[in-house]
Structure formats: C-alpha cells, structure tokens
C-alpha cells in the first residue's frame, strides 16, 4: 500500500511539473506572436516608411521574426523565431500563423552584434510553396530581394514586382530592406506542437487549417486583419 501512494504520489508530481514546464514553454510562443504582432503594427503605422500597400495587396504570405539575432565577428550568424500566415485565396482572410524558424551565416570584414526585426513578405505561389517546405533556404530557386520603404505605389519597381520574396529589417527603430539569401527556414514543429497539441508542419497549419485558431495566437490574426485586407 504504501508503495503505490509512492508511485501514485511520484506520477501526480510528474504530471503537475510537466503541465508546468508546457505552461512555461507555451509562453515563449505566446510571446512571438506578442512581438511579432508589434512589430507589424509599427510597421504599418511608421508614416511613410513602411511597407507599401500596393506590395501587401499582392502578398500571399506575410512572416515576421522578432529580435532576430545576428552576431559577426570574421563569420557572422543569425537565428531567431517567428511566424508565418498565408492569405486564403478565395476569402483574402489570413490563416492561422505557423511557427519557423529562421538560420543563417555571412562572410566578411565584420564585427559587433544587433538583434534586428525581420518581414518576410511572399509575392507568389512559387515563393509560397517554397517556404512551405519543412527547411527552405533562400537563395537559388527563391531569393529574397530587400524591399522597397514607403507607402507610394511607385516604390513596387519592375525589380520588385518580379521577386518572390521580399525583405524587411528593422534595427534601432529604422526601416529599410535587408539581404538574407543563404538563410535557412524551417517548420518549428516543436512549438506547434506546444501551441496546437500536435507536431503540425507549416503547410498543415497554414494551408490545410489544422490546429484551430487557439487563443494564444488571436492578437496576430488581429493584427493582420486591421492592416492587410
């Protein structure tokens, strides 16, 4: 008797600390969408250095890393995470996001270290598909061009309406575009896991529409809905 209040007492004790540590790990979910989701919205509010809507009319996907972090000394490196949704053709809503994760390397003369917020806006299907793919690098087949700052139509050149992705960095509160071919994304399936339950990959949470639209998430499907129509 008393053996099986201690395997009772043991098993209760794992099952409170391990809800405890998903509780703790689905936070830091919880705040990607949080800072992803302001990120955007100063963004969309920077007078006349975002991104423009003739761009984001086109979009078909929209990502943001918040406080990506790059670091270079000789070699530089970047990792950070973040979130990625996908425009519904048929009703132009947006789906639920799903998590990524972004890695990359640089060579050159450079030394210090910043964390920087990234948007990756998709323009196309080809672009899409790519970055649905579990681990995506960009460059090659999908390069991403830095893209244009400034509300104008104008600011969508024949160079940018022809690229699949494009890039957005900010750094110290300034807007500009920024290169990152020769980054890697990849489905972060470990925090889709935390946050819908399952190890969902990209397509299946932002294509497919599996997991539901818990309210972990619900700020940055806001958010998407009162900038991009």
């Given at each position: 008797m008393q053996i099986r209040r201690i395997v009772c007492w043991a098993l209760a004790c794992a099952a409170l600390f391990g809800a405890a540590?998903?509780?703790?790990?689905?936070?830091?979910?919880?705040?990607?969408?949080?800072?992803?989701?302001?990120?955007?919205?100063?963004?969309?509010?920077?007078?006349?250095?975002?991104i423009s809507k003739a761009i984001l009319d086109r979009a078909e996907a929209i990502a943001v890393f918040p406080s990506l972090l790059?670091?270079?000394?000789?070699?530089?490196?970047?990792?950070?995470?973040?979130?990625?949704?996908?425009?519904?053709k048929k009703t132009g809503g947006w789906s639920a996001p799903a998590f990524v994760t972004i890695t990359g390397g640089s060579f050159g003369a450079q030394v210090g270290g910043q964390s920087i917020d990234l948007v990756l806006v998709i323009l196309n299907e080809r672009g899409l598909n790519n970055l649905l793919r579990n681990e995506f690098?960009?460059?090659?087949?999908?390069?991403?061009?830095?893209?244009p700052v400034g509300r104008s139509a104008e600011a969508a050149t024949d160079v940018q309406m022809r690229a699949q992705i494009l890039s957005y960095s900010r750094s110290r509160g300034l807007?500009?575009?920024i290169?990152?071919?020769?980054?890697?994304?990849?489905?972060?399936?470990?925090?889709?896991?935390?946050?819908?339950?399952?190890?969902?990959?990209?397509?299946?949470?932002?294509?497919?529409?599996?997991?539901?639209?818990?309210?972990?998430?619900?700020?940055?499907?806001?958010t998407l809905a009162n900038y991009v129509k």
């Open positions: 540590g998903n509780a703790r790990a689905q936070s830091e979910e919880v705040a990607v969408v949080r800072d992803a989701s302001a990120v955007f919205t100063e963004i969309m509010t920077a007078p006349d250095k975002g790059r670091a270079a000394f000789i070699v530089g490196g970047q990792h950070g995470h973040g979130i990625l949704s996908v425009r519904d690098k960009i460059g090659g087949e999908a390069s991403a061009v830095a893209g807007f500009a575009g290169a990152v071919n020769g980054s890697s994304v990849r489905s972060d399936e470990n925090a889709n896991l935390r946050v819908y339950g399952e190890r969902y990959t990209t397509r299946d949470i932002a294509v497919d529409g599996k997991g539901g639209h818990p309210e972990a998430i619900a700020l940055w499907k806001e």
